[in-house]
């Protein structure tokens, strides 16, 4: 039997790091963390193991395709592929911040949707039957879709949205930002929320993409939102802690072989979300 293997990008702290520990307990098989420092990662690893836990080591950088097209070449030529994906790297301005929406929008839209996307075009192709894809998301991204327009929500929404139309709208968003046209245009003011909304939206495509092309497979794809996690990225103020954060996307990435759902949805709390 060919070994096993998951992917956990931006691994090296918060949430990512909580979610190699787990898999690291429960995966049957070789646990990568990556990241796009290659000393930190390293460090994260060291921390791991000094807990009993043997994660891996591998760079990746979502916002660099070499970077990922490197990683792609790698799994493919050691294992064949890959078996679980969980695509968690991403960005949030914090509150405090003083930088313009428009750079806010145009930097979180480049990491959280635009970046995670090439990861997902580089890595789809590699997962193996019977894999899982996990992204993490936000009950953010659901918040702002509702406060669109009703236009943007109905495109969000409907089960016809192509990829490129969905490019096209996060593309836009950015564009309208930048000339502080995207209230007039049916846009929230958030651009950790749209960017969100982007990458559940995508995943939804990407799921029944995988539907259509590769039915026997089994491949279960869905987004998640772990809850408000303490992080550097959040602050303290927040309910859960880095390992509760990491229960629904270890979830998702560890359902059962067999298993038909959920596929396509936007889970939190381990329970499917309205979207």
Known sequence: MATKVVIVTGGNKGIGLAIVR??????????????????RGEEAVKSLSSEGLKPMFHQLDINDVNSITTAAAFFKQKYGGVDVLVSNAGILFKMADTAPFAVQAEVTLKTNFFATRDMLTHFLP??????????????GGSTALNKCSPALQERFRSEDITEEELVGLMEQFVEKAKKGEHKDAGWPETAYGVSKTGLTTLTMIHARRLSKERPKDGILCNACCPGWVRTDMTGQEATKSPDEGAITPVYLALLPAGATEPHGKFVSDKEVQPW
């Open 126 to 139: 590699l997962i193996k039957a019977g894999g899982r894809v996990v992204n993490v998301s936000s009950l």
């Open 22 to 39: 787990a898999l690291c307990k429960q995966f049957q098989g070789d646990v990568y963390l990556t990241a796009r420092d290659v000393g």
